[in-house]
């Protein structure tokens, strides 16, 4: 850019500058202009350009904390009891090879000429399909066995668990008596195969339609006097309630944790694992799980919190609120953190031998399922994964769910003493082979975190508008006064432009041909004396004004 026409855009911006100083509502401005001295001026132009820098500081500090913290939680602990589901109770017996199950097949196995004590130990092999360790059994005599039966890893397995039908013997839900074997069902956890109360996580699945031959000959009939034979069974159709508290407002269960049929055990003592989760969750992370020994009463005392979001902060970025809602994760089954990352775990830890477990929490039929002949492979690649950071859990891309609901357990054991105590629930039960179940709310209440947001847009804007008024005594109006003058302002020049270029005559007018012949001094002489004047024959008197102007600024292009 030429000087002269530097000078000119200078002089341009000081007028735009002057005239908007002049007319603007906002504070201080006119003073910059208005003022007599030139040290009036400066210190009126230091505070208005201090204020204009505040203002955009304090509002860059609103956006960053609107942008990293946009929900804030709320904590309400009066919400009553009765709103909050009862948990899902999952009950599983450490004997995962039921001795009456296991004769009948190892009967099988003898007339398909494999040793006995062979079958012995492939029984005992079996628990290490969910808590791996060193076999006692070579993989092929272990790969055979599974050959003649003609089982499946997961029917061998359903096949030789203790039944619901022995395991829960007696079931009380708000006082009243129900048949266990209606109410309770088979169903999967980390433990293996388990008896699950109030249990939705895969209602599509029902493992008492299979062909359980085994089953059918323990499976007891029980008698129904005093149990309430309606349609509507607690915890099979809809996920429960609870109208209070109390030991008599909830489930009370009483279990028959046989030790003399013990032939293969996950843990080194004679117990029932009981589980306490959200009823829509795999049982698994996440779980409360418990220890009832024979022979005791135990009391599980729960207490409930729940997480509830706004669907306000779904307009959130997925990034920044850091849960999900259940309606955007695509499926049949909702949506559970908690299962999530179970399923990611059991992923990477049996992905790698190329299989996954029987218990795994959802379908697989086109991968196959660990057996025996795949424990090595699994504990190398614990082993392998122990010496390395757990780093694979952020690899799971499980996001927590925004509305989700936790419990925490406390629990009593007492060992039973024959104190010629009777109730409807222990009647004519051996007190010597039973335990006893009660799980309830302690609290009328429990506890809500909700998540709002901190700001919306609405409240953002509003936020801005009061820093800007503040700083600087603006408005909307302001903004909009700013754009109307720079648009005015730019229409007005692009029209003056215009104007000018349309009495510019053509360049055949504007330059003198000169032969070549001529010397050059003399056609510098020429030019600088008729140039002007052949500029100035061009125009009519009254637009000789613009000519003048034309001279000192169109040439600046």
């Known amino acids: ?64 904390y609107f942008s990293n913290n946009p929900t804030v939680t709320v904590i309400d602990a009066s919400n009553p009891i009765e709103e909050l589901h009862f948990p899902g109770i999952t009950i599983c017996s450490n ?56 089982y499946s890893v997961e029917k061998l397995m359903f096949e030789l668990m203790e039944p619901c039908s022995m395991l829960v013997v007696r079931c009380a839900w ?84 046989d030790a003399e049929n013990y032939r293969s055990s996950v843990r080194q003592f004679v117990s029932a694992s009981v589980l306490i989760h959200d009823p829509l969750d795999y049982p698994d992370i996440g779980t409360q799980s418990v220890t009832l020994l024979p022979s005791h009463v135990m009391s599980l005392t729960l207490s409930g919190t729940k997480i509830q979001s706004s669907k306000n902060i779904q307009k959130v970025p997925l990034r920044k609120r850091r849960c999900l809602f259940d ?70 891309n499980c996001f927590p769910q925004c509305t989700d609901t936790s419990y925490e357990v406390l629990s009593e054991s007492m060992q039973i003493h024959d104190l010629m105590y009777s109730s409807e629930l222990a009647h004519d039960l051996d007190i010597k082979k039973t335990s006893f179940l009660y799980i309830y709310f302690r609290d009328s209440t429990y506890i809500e975190y909700r998540r709002l947001l901190i700001l919306g847009w609405d409240n953002l804007l509003a936020s801005f508008g009061g820093i800007f008024g503040l700083c600087l005594g603006g408005s909307v109006i302001s903004f909009v006064e700013f754009f109307y003058y720079m648009m005015t ?3 007005a020049r692009a029209r003056k432009q215009e104007q000018r270029n349309q009495n510019i005559p053509p360049a055949s007018k504007l330059f003198i041909s000169v032969p070549a012949n001529v010397a050059r001094k003399k056609y510098n002489a020429t030019l600088n004396k008729n140039a002007i004047l052949t500029w100035d024959q061009q125009f009519s008197q009254q637009d000789h004004k613009n000519t003048i102007d034309l001279k000192t600024s169109t040439f600046c292009q």
Not at 333 to 355: A, W
Request: charged share 20%; proline share 3%; glycine share 6%.
């Open 95 to 150: 004997n995962k090879v039921y001795k009456p199950h296991a004769n009948k097949i190892a009967q099988e196995l003898t007339k398909k000429g494999l040793d006995i004590n062979i079958s012995k130990k492939l029984f005992s092999s079996l628990m290490k399909l969910i808590r791996p360790n060193k076999l006692t059994i070579d993989n092929e005599t272990a790969s055979w066995a599974l050959d003649i039966l003609g």
């Open 174 to 257: 708000l006082g009243q008596l129900y048949d266990c074997n209606k109410i309770f069902k088979t169903v999967k956890s980390a433990e293996g195969f388990c008896c699950g109360f109030n249990y939705h996580f895969e209602l599509s699945k029902n493992y008492r339609d299979r062909n359980a031959w085994l089953t059918n000959i323990t499976t007891v009939e029980e008698d129904s006097n005093g149990y309430n034979s309606s349609d509507s069974l607690p915890g099979v159709g809809q996920i429960l309630h609870v109208p209070g508290t109390g030991r008599d407002v909830g489930l009370a269960v009483a279990l028959n944790i």
């Open 327 to 396: 309606d955007e994760v695509p499926g049949e089954r909702q949506y559970s953190y908690q299962t999530c990352i179970s399923e990611c775990m059991q992923r990477i830890l049996y992905g790698f031998c190329g299989c996954l477990p029987f218990f795994y929490p959802i379908e697989h039929p086109n991968e196959r399922t660990c057996y025996l002949t795949d424990v090595d492979c699994i504990l190398s690649r614990r082993r392998n994964l122990s010496q390395t950071q757990l780093s694979y859990i952020n690899e799971c």
């Open 489 to 491: 302002n730019f229409i």
């Open 1 to 64: 850019m030429q000087p002269g026409c530097r000078s000119t855009l200078v002089q341009s911006l000081k007028r735009s500058f002057r005239v908007y100083c002049e007319n603007t509502g906002l504070h201080g401005f006119r003073y910059i202009v208005s003022s007599k001295s030139n040290l009036d001026r400066i210190v009126w132009f230091t505070i208005c350009t201090s204020s204009l820098i505040f203002c955009v500081i304090l509002m860059l500090r609103q956006w960053d």
